[in-house]
Structure formats: C-alpha cells, structure tokens
C-alpha cells in the first residue's frame, strides 16, 4: 500500500528533425494537443494526490493523455516537468523496477513458451526469491483469480479473459505498494469485460494495494473507481466520486462524457424572476430546484443564453402539450426493460428513456410520431456558453 502523489507533471514529446515547428509566441493547435517550441505537449500541469488503498481511475477519449500520466508514474517514459512521489519519496530519477509498483497492460504480455506457473512466478525468480516463496505467492495468487486449473497450461490454450486473470497474478505475486492497469479489458467482449470488472473489484478486496486503473470506458470508470480523473487533450476536466461526477458534471465535456447514452442538449436561457431562477427552452419553462437556486445565487449568476443539459433518464413523456418541448420521434429501440427513443425537438437530437412499466407494458413507437417532453427542475444541468457548469 501507497500514497501517491502527482504534483505539476507534464510530457512534452520533443519534435522530431523534420518537424516544423512553430514561431516564437506563436503555439499552435495539431490533433487538439498543444504544439510549443519543445515540442507536442501530451499531459499538462497534471495535480493528484491518491490516497493508501484507494482506486482511482483515469477516463477519457483516446489521445488524451491518461496512457502517458500511467506511463510515467510506471517509469516507462521520462516525466518532463512536475515531481511524482510515492510514500512521499520523490520518484521521477528512479528505476521502474526500484518504484515498487506492477502494471498490467492491455496486451497481456505473457511469455507464450512458459506456463502460466512459470508466467506467474518469473518476476519473484528475477529477484532471487526462495523457491518455496515463490511457489506460496504464485498458488496464492491463483486462488485468489480462480485459475489454479490452469497452472501447467501455456497461454495459447487460454481464453482471453483467463490470460487477462494470468496478467493480474502475475503482477500481483509481487504483493507491490501500486497496481497499475493499462484498459486491461479493452480485449474482450462484452460479456467477459462484465466478469472481469467484477473479478478485479472482488481482487480489490482481497489485497491491499493502491490501483490507478487507465480506461476510455466510462462504465468500467463509474462502477470501478473511488474517484474518477477525467481527462481531454492532456488536461484534468473534473476529479470526483463516480456520483459526484455523474450528478455535477464541471462541464459540457464531462456531461457529455459521463453517462449513457450521455445527456441531451437544448439551446435555452436562464431566468430570474422575484429572486427565482427559471430555465426556458423553447415552450417550456421549469423552476429550478432549491438546491440549484442556492448554488446559482451563491455565485450571483446573472440572466443569460445557456446549454440546458437533461439525461435521457429524466424526460419525461407527458400527455398535455402545455409547458412541454414537442419532440419527433426518428427512432424506437426496445431494450426489454426500457424503451430508447431517438428524437428530434428544439432543433436538437435527443434521447428519451422510458420504462416499459410506466407504458404499461410493450408498446411500438412508429417513426414520425409527435411526443410531449418534460423534466423537473432538480434534473437540470445549466451551461454557460464557455461550457461551464454555472452552479460551481
């Protein structure tokens, strides 16, 4: 177990002999990541301080930087700015294998010659371990991911879910203070990616160990991590609980990030009347809830264009067209439990999710079909127009 703590780190990849680079005072934008004199810069001014025992979870689109930040805690590439120490000794000049950490990667990288014993026990030989040490941590281990049966097999004869739980064990003989997981289950399907989530948080409780845990899934993000790190072309967007992310999301990125399908959009303003705020959007006027009031007032925002968020899970389907955004329905999905229902209102795509239980059982949504949509004000999410969420 460790704390860890990333303090201003920053990867600038310098530019290669025949890459222009740009003029002085002059920084450009390529593949949405900052290009300066020193090149392409990859993580920026990143700030986080992990607790003992806690998983956190870096998300985010691909290139965006959460790889590299793993990457550099691992050692496997050079920290260009900032300081990275773990139980408060300082990290960046100090060999990946003297950091006292293991990493899983999403390739597994197992040795195909050796046997899943041998997979298993190969780092504890590299560090001259006694025999009978070896053998007590790697059946341990085994045990412990359900792949006892599978100790004479080589990986060739594994699935890909069982070659994954082969990754883990061998990273976790090492019993290090950090656990780090590069989108271990990028590799399988749907189904074993559901089975591995749930291994590798019963795996959390069964050893003490600090996990930083890299994924662009947002569903492995919110039921795996403590706390949430979203990134977007090498910056930190929000840290928090999956909850906490999920109910504030800090900006229109994040909101749209975070949930499925993600929330919905409209062009609306805010309004305050009598020292009440009031969001409109189209025929459709709703009073925010105490607590948004509060939060608005707090921060004296004023009367203004906005982003109206609302997820999908919260409009409502209502049978008087009186204060209610009307709404096209392009397409019906039946899910079984839920109905999702693609839609055009407001000049904007939408996502309705309807509940079959409040349909009354099945029912068939034909394309064309005109709805009535609404939603309280304790659901709604209020964006400036730099994307902002007004309340914090």
Same mark, same amino acid.
């Given at each position: ?5 990333l ?13 222009k680079?740009?003029?002085k ?27 003992d ?16 930040t ?24 100090v ?31 590299l ?6 040490e ?16 599978y100790?004479?097999r ?8 069982q ?10 003989v090492?019993?290090? /203070? $950090?656990?780090l997981?590069? @989108?271990?289950?990028? !590799? #399988?399907? =749907?189904k ?8 590798i948080i ?7 160990t600090?996990f930083?845990?890299?994924t ?9 991590g403590?706390?949430?790190?979203i990134?977007?072309?090498?910056f930190?967007?929000q ?15 994040v909101?749209?990030?975070i ?9 609306a ?7 009440k ?7 459709? /006027? $709703?009073?925010?809830?105490? @607590?948004k009031?509060k !939060? #608005?007032? =707090? ?5 203004q ?8 899970s ?9 204060n209610?955004?009307t709404a ?31 349909l ?17 004000g304790?659901?709604c ?12």
């Amino acid at each position: 177990m460790a704390t860890l703590n990333l303090k201003g780190i920053t990867k600038i990849y310098p530019h290669s002999g025949g890459q222009k680079k740009p003029r002085k005072g002059a920084p450009e934008k390529k593949t949405n990541l900052q290009v300066t004199e020193q090149g392409v810069v990859a993580v920026q001014s990143f700030n986080l301080d992990i607790a003992d025992n806690e998983f956190i979870v870096l998300v985010g689109p691909s290139g965006c930087g959460k790889s590299t930040t793993l990457r550099m805690v691992a050692g496997l590439e050079e920290i260009s700015g900032g300081e990275l120490y773990i139980d408060g000794k300082l990290m960046n000049d100090v060999e990946p294998k003297n950091r006292d950490i293991a990493m899983v990667f999403q390739s597994y990288a197992l040795y195909p010659h050796m046997t899943v014993y041998e997979n298993m026990a190969f780092p504890l030989k590299l560090r001259k371990m006694p025999k009978d040490e070896i053998d007590r941590r790697v059946k341990d281990a085994a045990a412990t991911l359900d792949i006892t049966q599978y100790l004479d097999r080589k990986p060739k004869a594994l699935s890909g879910g069982q070659r994954q739980r082969v990754a883990i064990g061998r990273a976790i003989v090492r019993e290090p /203070k $950090v656990l780090l997981m590069d @989108e271990p289950l990028s !590799n #399988l399907d =749907a189904k074993l990616r559901n089975q591995m989530r749930a291994e590798i948080i019963k795996l959390r409780q069964k050893i003490n160990t600090t996990f930083m845990y890299v994924t662009h899934d947002q569903t492995e993000a919110m039921t795996l991590g403590d706390r949430i790190v979203i990134m977007k072309d090498g910056f930190i967007q929000q840290i928090g609980t999956p909850q906490e992310v999920f109910d504030h999301p800090a900006n229109l990125f994040v909101a749209g990030f975070i949930g499925t399908p993600q929330m919905n959009y409209f062009d609306a303003k805010l309004t305050q009347e009598g020292g009440k705020y009031s969001v409109s959007a189209g025929s459709c /006027k $709703v009073e925010l809830s105490p @607590e948004k009031q509060k !939060n #608005l007032a =707090a921060r004296n925002v004023p009367a203004q264009a906005i982003t109206l968020g609302v997820r999908p899970s919260h409009m409502i389907l209502a049978e008087s067209p009186e204060n209610t955004l009307t709404a096209t329905v392009d397409v019906s999905e039946m899910m079984g439990s839920e109905v999702h229902l693609h839609a055009s209102a407001g000049g904007r795509d939408v996502v309705v999710i309807v509940p079959t239980l409040d349909l009354g059982g099945a029912r068939s949504f034909s394309a064309g079909e005109k709805l009535n949509l609404a939603f309280s004000g304790n659901v709604c999410h209020v964006f400036g127009q730099d994307g902002r969420n007004l309340e914090f």
